[in-house]
C-alpha cells in the first residue's frame, strides 16, 4: 500500500517543473508567431501603432471575458492600478510598440532573435533582488541562450546594410532591456492574493488605455484600412496576444522571472524559421550557432529548476 502511494506521488511532484515547462513553450511559440504577423501587418498597410492598439483590446477583452467566467474580475485598489500601469507600459505598450515598429526596417527574424536577449538582465536582477539563489547549471543557461543571441546581433550589425538600419537595430536591442524591467517588477510587486487571470486583463487594459491615448499625439494614427486582411490579421493577433499574456502571468506564478525570460528565446527558435520558410526572409548569418545556443541554454535553465526541487 506505501509503495502504491509513493508511485502516485512522484508524478505530482514533477508536475511542479513540467507545467512552466509547457508555460515556456507554449507562450514562446505565440511570442515567435506574433513578430511574424507585425510584418504582415506592415505589409498590409497597418501602422505599428495600430495594430498593436486594436489587437490588445480585442486581448484584454478575451481574457475578461474568461475572467468573469471564473469569476476572477481584475481588482481595482491603489495596489493593482500601480502594477496594471507599470507592467503594461515596461511589458506590452512600450516594449511592443518599439518591437512591431522595427520589424518593418529589420526584418521579423532579427527582431524575433533579440526578444531572446532578456535572460542576463533578468538573472542578474533576480539575483540582485535575492529572487533567485546562485546555481551553476542555470546560470550557464542564461550564458549560453545569452551568446547565441549576441552571435546573431553581433552577425546583423556587421552586415554590409547594417549603417542604414543602425538605428533600428539599436532600437529593437532596447525593447528586451524593457521586458527585463517588466519580469522583474512583475514579480516583485505581485499582489497578494490575486491570480494570473484577473492580473492579465488588468494589464492588457492599461496598455490598451496608453496606446489609444499614443494615437492621438502628431504623426500617430489608429486608424485601420478598411480591407479584409488587416482587420483578419488584427482578429489573429488578438487571439495571439491573448493565450500569450495568460500564459506569460501562469508561467510568471510557477517558474519565476528567470525562467519567464526565456520567452524569447522560444519565441525566437519559433519565429525566425516562420519568417525564414513562409516569408521568404533571407537567414540571419550565424543562425544555426545561435539557434544551438539559445536551445542549450533553455535545457539547462529548466534542467537547473528541476533539481533545485
Same mark, same amino acid.
Not at 546594410?161 to 538605428?167: E, I, N, T, V
Given at each position: 500500500?506505501?509503495?502504491?502511494?509513493?508511485?502516485?506521488?512522484?508524478?505530482?511532484?514533477?508536475?511542479?517543473?513540467? $507545467?512552466?515547462?509547457?508555460?515556456?513553450?507554449?507562450?514562446?511559440?505565440?511570442?515567435?508567431?506574433?513578430?511574424?504577423?507585425?510584418?504582415?501587418?506592415?505589409?498590409?498597410?497597418?501602422?505599428?501603432? $495600430? @495594430?498593436?492598439?486594436?489587437?490588445?483590446?480585442?486581448?484584454?477583452?478575451?481574457?475578461?471575458?474568461?475572467?468573469?467566467?471564473?469569476?476572477?474580475? !481584475?481588482?481595482?485598489?491603489?495596489?493593482?492600478?500601480?502594477?496594471?500601469?507599470?507592467?503594461?507600459?515596461?511589458?506590452?505598450?512600450?516594449?511592443?510598440?518599439?518591437?512591431?515598429?522595427?520589424?518593418?526596417?529589420?526584418?521579423?527574424?532579427?527582431?524575433?532573435?533579440? /526578444?531572446?536577449?532578456?535572460?542576463?538582465?533578468?538573472?542578474?536582477?533576480?539575483?540582485?533582488?535575492?529572487?533567485?539563489?546562485?546555481?551553476?547549471?542555470?546560470?550557464?543557461?542564461?550564458?549560453?541562450?545569452?551568446?547565441?543571441?549576441?552571435?546573431?546581433?553581433?552577425?546583423?550589425?556587421?552586415?554590409?546594410?547594417?549603417?542604414?538600419?543602425?538605428?533600428?537595430?539599436?532600437?529593437?536591442?532596447?525593447?528586451?532591456?524593457?521586458?527585463? *524591467?517588466?519580469?522583474?517588477?512583475?514579480?516583485?510587486?505581485?499582489?497578494?492574493?490575486?491570480?494570473?487571470?484577473?492580473?492579465?486583463?488588468?494589464?492588457? /487594459?492599461?496598455?490598451?488605455?496608453?496606446?489609444?491615448?499614443?494615437?492621438?499625439?502628431?504623426? @500617430?494614427?489608429?486608424?485601420?484600412?478598411?480591407?479584409?486582411?488587416?482587420?483578419?490579421?488584427? *482578429?489573429?493577433?488578438?487571439?495571439?496576444?491573448?493565450?500569450? @499574456?495568460?500564459?506569460? @502571468?501562469?508561467?510568471?506564478?510557477?517558474?519565476?522571472?528567470?525562467?519567464?525570460?526565456?520567452?524569447?528565446?522560444?519565441?525566437?527558435?519559433?519565429?525566425? !524559421?516562420?519568417?525564414?520558410?513562409?516569408?521568404?526572409?533571407? !537567414?540571419?548569418?550565424?543562425?544555426?550557432?545561435? $539557434?544551438?545556443?539559445?536551445?542549450?541554454?533553455?535545457?539547462?535553465?529548466?534542467?537547473?529548476?528541476?533539481?533545485?526541487?
Amino acid at each position: 500500500m506505501t509503495k502504491l502511494v509513493t508511485n502516485v506521488h512522484v508524478p505530482a511532484h514533477k508536475r511542479t517543473w513540467l $507545467a512552466p515547462l509547457l508555460y515556456l513553450l507554449s507562450g514562446g511559440a505565440l511570442l515567435g508567431l506574433s513578430t511574424n504577423l507585425a510584418k504582415l501587418a506592415g505589409e498590409a498597410h497597418l501602422s505599428p501603432l $495600430a @495594430f498593436l492598439c486594436w489587437s490588445i483590446t480585442g486581448a484584454a477583452l478575451v481574457l475578461m471575458v474568461v475572467a468573469a467566467q471564473r469569476r476572477e474580475l !481584475p481588482p481595482v485598489n491603489t495596489r493593482t492600478l500601480e502594477y496594471y500601469a507599470v507592467s503594461a507600459l515596461v511589458g506590452v505598450a512600450g516594449s511592443n510598440l518599439i518591437l512591431f515598429s522595427a520589424v518593418q526596417h529589420v526584418g521579423a527574424s532579427f527582431v524575433a532573435l533579440t /526578444i531572446s536577449l532578456p535572460p542576463l538582465l533578468t538573472y542578474l536582477g533576480a539575483l540582485a533582488f535575492r529572487m533567485e539563489r546562485f546555481q551553476r547549471l542555470r546560470a550557464a543557461g542564461v550564458a549560453a541562450a545569452l551568446a547565441g543571441a549576441g552571435t546573431l546581433a553581433a552577425r546583423k550589425l556587421s552586415a554590409p546594410d547594417a549603417d542604414a538600419d543602425g538605428f533600428w537595430i539599436l532600437l529593437a536591442l532596447a525593447g528586451p532591456c524593457l521586458l527585463a *524591467i517588466g519580469n522583474l517588477y512583475r514579480t516583485l510587486r505581485w499582489p497578494d492574493g490575486v491570480s494570473a487571470a484577473a492580473l492579465a486583463p488588468g494589464m492588457l /487594459i492599461a496598455a490598451a488605455v496608453m496606446l489609444l491615448g499614443a494615437g492621438f499625439l502628431p504623426g @500617430f494614427s489608429l486608424a485601420v484600412p478598411m480591407d479584409s486582411l488587416p482587420l483578419v490579421l488584427i *482578429i489573429v493577433q488578438a487571439a495571439v496576444f491573448a493565450g500569450m @499574456f495568460l500564459l506569460l @502571468f501562469m508561467l510568471q506564478k510557477t517558474g519565476g522571472p528567470v525562467l519567464l525570460s526565456q520567452l524569447g528565446s522560444v519565441g525566437a527558435l519559433v519565429g525566425v !524559421p516562420v519568417a525564414i520558410f513562409l516569408q521568404g526572409e533571407t !537567414p540571419p548569418e550565424g543562425l544555426f550557432l545561435g $539557434a544551438t545556443l539559445i536551445a542549450a541554454g533553455i535545457a539547462l535553465l529548466t534542467l537547473g529548476k528541476a533539481k533545485s526541487e
